[in-house]
């Protein structure tokens, strides 16, 4: 296994360009089972998950090819409904293909994905929202299976918490139903306008996407379109929050500043100078980082995938930070290994952290235990004295391009070891 190896306490200075987003690429894929036909997708970043989705849709039948950054998928020949568990295991995300599945083809078998490490992540309204537009539900074996014989019916989706992944589900279930669907309570996250706007190039009638509801129109069929990710707003804020960490000068390409309001804002409150152009943001770090306060909540709140890069910034932040993680039960995991670095962190209650910050952090062996995590780990690495070695990285590969490449082009003394 792979293990990335940081000499820390060099300031980051310069230029990263940003890729598309893992987070809404996955969905567009999913997407594509929906099409009898060629769906294209630009801006796609080279990632393990990926890889795990292209899998997946080959599995059923489709054809795929992925080209630089351009990963093109033909569901004409899709003809298979069962998302094995071997496929499913990898990805969490592959429960996307539940709702074009039984959307497409009136019936999908999707083995249910379990827990992971930041929580039970539950999909009761993934399942509930199916159920309300007709489909049966039943678990057996390990697997869900969802049949809607006549076809999905536009209904009433009530949400009791906004989720992103159910959203997306629901709304590609209910693009091919017959009638208006309404989803309440939605999430509003920038991956769903991708989403939404996709499937719209592709012959889908949606409105409302990025508001708490968003209504459906049902139509006969989708065909084919050219989609474009959106810029990744999380790997935009690790670099934000590393640049601000190393109190380093950084300019970063090919986002989108106004995914990232409450990022920006926290940032600001640490005493970074940070200006916001169309596509990049200039941020300047402070000599003195202020502590701030922060409660993880759904878009356009704090984001819960950003939670773990600003606690590696808080260690050494002047005075006591509060964290509190309101979306995942068990997201804290990387405080443990920022302990082992030299900072001082307590947890009460399971989702407070309390950061009191310290003048410095001391490199060391430290271990990742997700995606998010291991960019904590990696932005800890950076200002920590010394070395650090960070084990299961291949966490990281599944949502960050070529990142260890990134933070070496500003300036970082970072580097892969393969195994
Ligand atoms: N929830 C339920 N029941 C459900 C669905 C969700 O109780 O049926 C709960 C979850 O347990 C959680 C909350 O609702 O407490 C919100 O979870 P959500 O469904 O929004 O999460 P998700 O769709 O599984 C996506 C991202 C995550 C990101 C979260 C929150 C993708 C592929 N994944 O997950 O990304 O943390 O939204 O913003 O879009 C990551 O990229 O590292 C990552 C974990």
């Known amino acids: 296994m792979d293990k990335i190896q940081i ?16 987070n809404a690429a996955l969905p567009l894929i999913a997407s594509s089972i929906l099409v009898d036909g060629v769906s294209t997708f630009e801006n796609v970043p080279r990632l393990m998950d990926i890889s795990s989705i292209f899998m997946l849709l080959e599995d059923l039948g489709a ?69 309300a537009l007709g489909a049966t539900i039943s678990i057996a074996g390990g697997y869900i299976e969802a ?42 996250e920038p991956e769903i306008i991708c989403l939404a706007d996709a499937l719209n190039k592709m012959g889908a009638n949606i ?48 986002c989108v500043p ?60 002047q005075g006591n930070s509060m964290i509190h993680e309101s979306i995942f039960e068990n997201r804290f995991i990387h405080a443990n290994e920022l302990l082992r670095m030299g900072a001082d962190i307590k947890i009460s209650g399971g989702n407070i952290a309390n950061v009191r910050g310290v003048s410095h952090l001391q490199g060391a062996p430290v271990m990742a235990s997700d995606l998010r995590a291991s960019a904590s780990l990696v932005i800890a690495g950076l200002i920590a004295q010394g ?5 299961r990285v291949y966490h990281m590969d599944r949502g960050y391009e070529t990142i260890e490449k990134k933070f070496e082009g500003l300036g970082a003394d970072i580097k892969r070891l393969s195994s």
């Open 63 to 131: 054809s795929c090819e992925f080209e630089g950054h351009t990963f093109t998928v033909d569901g004409a020949g899709i003809n298979k409904i069962e998302a094995e568990y071997e496929l499913v295991r990898k990805m969490r995300a592959s429960i996307l293909v539940l709702g074009p599945l039984v959307a497409r083809f009136g019936r999908a078998k999707v083995s249910m994905p379990g827990g992971c490490a930041i929580g039970a992540r539950p999909v009761n309204m993934h399942l509930s929202g199916l159920e």
């Open 7 to 22: 000499n820390g306490g060099r300031q980051l200075k310069g230029e990263v360009f940003i890729s598309g987003a893992k």
């Open 147 to 188: 049949t809607a014989e006549g076809g999905l019916t536009g209904n009433e989706v009530y949400f009791d918490i906004p989720t992103v992944t159910g959203t997306e589900n629901l709304m590609m279930a209910a693009v091919l139903a017959q009638g208006q669907t309404k989803l309440r309570n939605a999430a509003r």
């Open 207 to 254: 409105r409302g996407a990025g508001t708490t509801i968003i209504t459906i129109d049902g139509v006969s069929r989708l065909h084919g379109a050219t989609c474009r990710v959106i810029p990744d707003r999380i790997e935009t804020g690790t670099f934000l929050a590393a640049a601000a960490a190393t109190k380093g000068d950084v300019v970063v390409r090919d």
């Open 387 to 391: 070395t650090t070695v960070i084990s």
């Open 258 to 317: 106004d995914h990232l309001g409450g990022v920006i804002s926290k940032l600001k409150a640490t005493g970074a100078v940070v200006d916001t152009f169309e596509d990049r943001i200039h941020i300047k770090g402070s000599e003195i980082i202020k502590h701030i306060d922060i409660k993880t909540l759904p878009y356009p709140g704090f984001p819960t995938d950003m939670q773990a890069q600003f606690m590696a910034l808080m260690t050494i932040a």
